[in-house]
């Protein structure tokens, strides 16, 4: 499979650090078409891959081409690429770039939208993606295979989800981290040294999650095997619903699929 990457920023320098730690493909199927000129001698030097400042030359023998650039930028790299279009996949991560508006700007119907999250980054992203209905089963096969490349990924048939998973799994890392934050600063407030603090934090985290994960059991029952009657988690656990934890959750993800459908 050759993969042309339309971008060789964070996301495209994380995508072909994991694709070639995994071997999904080599260095010689990578193409990378930056305007960067640093950017492309970085990851010629780094990662072996071949490079370009041409990008309509540059998907011509691609079978995958990655959309990697800011969405500012898409409409210019659209125009440039439209020509070169035969039978590629269109993969892009272009943040609120719709399918519609990827297949207008290119004409064009292989196309593929995906939504990472931020721990792509180093290969433990959620990513989420559908396609135009044209897409063919082929055009699936490579867009898994290069999705699954720096963590999980899940295809939804309808784009409609797309927004609703912005709002979970790509501002989520936001939430975690503030939740990560703040405990760690409770540790603190508390006495616990800085650094003891956020070992404690991370672990518990990193601990429930799997704990979730692996024994497959809702997390109120775990919750609640936690809670023992008349205890300190009882205790935090009241002043959490005091302080409305719940429902500012829900209200926060709510209010960030509302902004989501509106960009
Ligand atoms: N970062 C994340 O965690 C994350 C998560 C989910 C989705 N995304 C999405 O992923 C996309 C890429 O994000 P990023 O953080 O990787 O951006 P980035 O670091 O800015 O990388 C984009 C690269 O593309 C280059 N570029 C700009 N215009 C170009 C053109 N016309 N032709 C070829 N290359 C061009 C940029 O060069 P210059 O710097 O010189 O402009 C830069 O090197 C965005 O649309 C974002 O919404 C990112």
Avoid at 159 to 186: C, H, N, Q, R
Avoid at 226 to 253: K, N
Wanted: net charge neutral.
């Amino acid at each position: 499979m050759r993969i042309t990457f339309i971008g060789g920023g964070t996301m495209g320098e994380a995508m072909i650090k994991c694709l070639l730690a995994k071997k999904v493909v080599s260095p010689q199927d990578i193409v990378v078409s930056d305007v960067n000129e640093l950017r492309r001698e970085l990851l010629a030097r780094e990662y072996k891959v071949k490079t370009s400042a041409d990008s309509s030359r540059a998907v011509e023998n691609a079978d995958v081409v990655v959309l990697a650039i800011k969405p500012r930028d898409l409409a210019e790299v659209m125009e440039v690429i439209r020509g070169s279009l035969r039978q590629q996949a269109i993969l892009s991560i272009v943040a609120g770039a719709s399918l519609s508006t990827l297949s207008d700007g290119l004409t064009y119907p292989y196309i593929i939208r995906a939504m990472p999250n931020m721990p792509a980054q180093i290969g433990e992203g959620m990513t989420v993606w559908t396609t135009m209905s044209e897409a063919t089963q082929e055009h699936k096969k490579m867009a898994r295979s290069i999705l699954s490349a720096f963590g999980k990924e899940l295809y939804f048939p309808d784009e409609k989800y797309i927004d609703m998973a912005t709002a979970l799994s790509g501002s989520g890392p936001a939430y975690v981290f503030l939740f990560i934050e703040v405990l760690t600063d409770a540790g603190v407030r508390i006495g616990l040294p800085y650094k003891a603090a956020k070992e404690l934090t991370l672990q518990t985290i990193l601990g429930s999650a799997y704990m979730v994960e692996k024994t497959g059991k809702h997390p109120a029952e775990l919750r609640n095997m936690v809670t023992s009657p008349g205890g300190t988690t009882a205790e935090a656990l009241a002043q959490f619903e005091r302080g409305g934890f719940r429902s500012s959750i829900l209200e926060a993800v709510i209010a960030a699929y509302e902004k989501a459908k509106r960009l």
